[in-house]
């Protein structure tokens, strides 16, 4: 991220603001700018969309330097590759052989091919299938159209370029034979390219014409030339692209988020709202914890608030606006940790059955806010680079690891309460309530279970396999399930005088009992005695 340079991220109270800035700088939502230098990978996927009918892909190529010598730019082979990918998944080449280009192939996997001839500065573009109404054109479209309707696609001349910067236009060259496709129907159709300073560069865009060629579409690059490990060649190329749907710059499956967030966001509100009324009505059975499942539902409903507002201005303006992303960014960090301490809190007994927690439990706190603060960090620059970036699955892996570790890592302290009311509910005289507070504890534990489990795998499989245009039923039953999870916990430990998770012992004598239970069954490891009358006041 060049940008960097020009703020002096070292002038004191100026650098964590300029930090933000700087990652959000490398994104500008849906008109993407990816430059990369030194570049060795054979495949690149750039990026993929969701076109409804009349919507637009434009792409250009401002600079291609390919670092080979003229003799070995005879038999270079390299373009881009424009797929229509099914049921939101997204076409990989990971498993393909390292001597195969798929460029060299008419595989019915790709729909247009646009194959870069360096030694006659063309492009040659290639159709395969039938995609009557699936319109490529040269160049870029213009800011405002001056007549309605679609124009009709028509070559373009070659312009060869003096080492001058002169244009001049050549004389067209004879097309070469077309390869058959599975359709016997393709047709090509060949752009100029220019060549200044030892750079390629042109530009095209795509028009989806008919409701048959709607979908999501994956337009990845491809230099065959370093297809063999080993032998790479580094490369420069410096992309931009800008997707558009009639309604805005969101995909198909991103339009409706935004008013699915704002309902949501309204959701949560109201959820703690009413949460605080509950608490105001029972006063005297309210513990600090319950303030803080309060505190997380209005930093739920602020996220959600701002991430809708994002998505409005990035339909419109097709770019984030950098302050309302910082505030996104900010209240998820929070959400996020508050939601992991809140479930760990309420899943060790802290200020239910006990008033300071063990080092067992004080590590695990300690594992989930550390992966926490890293899992925020790498959702940042997730959201901050191209898709394309050398480094983008590399974060995107880091996230999904950490959200892991930290979904495994609050389940520990549910488990050593449950372990715990088992060794108690036998030997401390009070069988009848540990048996209960045993039963919510479980309960609690199989709540946890299926939230983690839905929102992380069967969410994910159910995006893969609905189509495009339905895959914001993930962001839905994700966001759905979490409210869900937040009023079944709402209700299970609510500040009343009859919920047996809050009944503790008054007399002494059981204070003894549950000492000497606690310190046999290692429970009682990194803790020690304090007077439940003044912690209990405390609390309230």
């Known amino acids: 991220m060049a940008v960097s340079e020009r703020r002096g991220l070292g002038r004191g109270r100026w650098g964590q603001r300029l930090l933000l800035l700087l990652l959000l700088g490398g994104c500008s939502g849906r008109i993407h700018r990816l430059a990369l230098t030194g570049e060795k990978r054979a495949d690149i996927q750039l990026n993929n969309f969701g076109f409804y009918t009349n919507g637009s892909l434009e792409v250009e190529l401002s600079l291609l330097r390919l670092g080979l010598r003229e003799a070995e730019e005879k038999s270079l082979l390299v373009g881009f590759s424009l797929s229509r990918v099914r049921s939101g998944r997204i076409h990989s080449y990971s498993t393909r052989d390292f001597q195969d280009c798929p460029l060299q192939k008419n595989s019915s996997s790709f729909l247009v091919l646009f194959l870069i001839n360096t030694k006659d500065l063309q492009v040659q573009v290639r159709k395969y299938g039938e995609q009557k109404k699936l319109f490529i054109f040269p160049g870029l479209l213009p800011e405002v159209p001056s007549e309605p309707g679609l124009p009709k696609p028509q070559a373009t001349v070659p312009r060869k370029v003096d080492g001058g910067g002169t244009a001049a236009a050549s004389k067209p060259k004879s097309t070469p034979a077309v390869p058959q496709g599975p359709s016997g129907k393709d047709k090509e159709l060949v752009l100029g390219l220019s060549h200044l300073n030892n750079s390629y560069n042109f530009s095209f865009h795509v028009v989806i014409g008919s409701q048959a060629e709607e979908g999501q579409y994956s337009l990845n690059f ?123 809190l309420i899943g060790s007994g802290w200020a239910f059955i006990k008033c300071v927690l063990s080092d067992k439990e004080k590590k695990v706190f300690g594992i989930v806010i550390s992966m926490q603060v890293l899992a925020n960090v790498a959702y940042i620059v997730i959201e901050s680079r191209e898709e394309g970036a050398s480094d983008y699955v590399l974060w995107k892996e880091i996230l999904f690891l950490v959200d892991l570790i930290c979904c495994g890592a609050i389940l520990f302290p549910v488990v050593w309460s449950i372990r715990h009311l088992q060794d108690a509910s036998g030997t401390d005289g009070k069988v009848a309530v540990n048996l209960a507070k045993l039963k919510l504890f479980r309960h609690y534990y199989v709540m946890v279970i299926c939230y983690v489990y839905f929102t992380r795998i069967i969410a994910i499989l159910l995006q893969v396999a609905v189509p495009f245009q339905w895959q914001w039923l993930y962001q839905l039953l994700v966001e759905g399930s979490t409210l869900a999870f937040f009023v079944l916990t709402g209700y299970k430990f609510q500040p009343t005088g009859d919920n047996p998770y809050l009944q503790l012992p008054q007399e002494d004598e059981e204070d003894v009992q549950m000492e000497q239970v606690m310190t046999d069954s290692g429970f009682r490891e990194g803790l020690s005695k304090v007077n439940k009358t003044a912690s209990r006041q405390e609390l309230l």
């Open 222 to 344: 491809h230099n065959c030339n370093n297809s063999v490990p080993g032998k790479e060649h580094p490369f420069d190329i410096t992309v931009m692209i800008r997707e558009k749907n009639p309604d805005g710059f969101l995909s198909a499956a991103e339009m409706p988020l935004f008013k699915l967030y704002m309902v949501m966001s309204a959701c949560f509100l109201a959820a703690g709202i009413f949460w605080v009324s509950i608490l105001c009505r029972n006063m005297y059975s309210v513990f600090k914890i319950h303030w803080l499942m309060a505190a997380l539902a209005f930093t739920k409903s602020i996220s959600l608030l701002f991430h809708s507002i994002n998505y409005y201005f990035i339909n419109s303006q097709g770019h984030p606006i950098e302050g309302l992303a910082v505030m996104h960014y900010i209240t998820r960090l929070l959400k996020g940790a508050l939601l992991f301490i809140t479930i760990a």
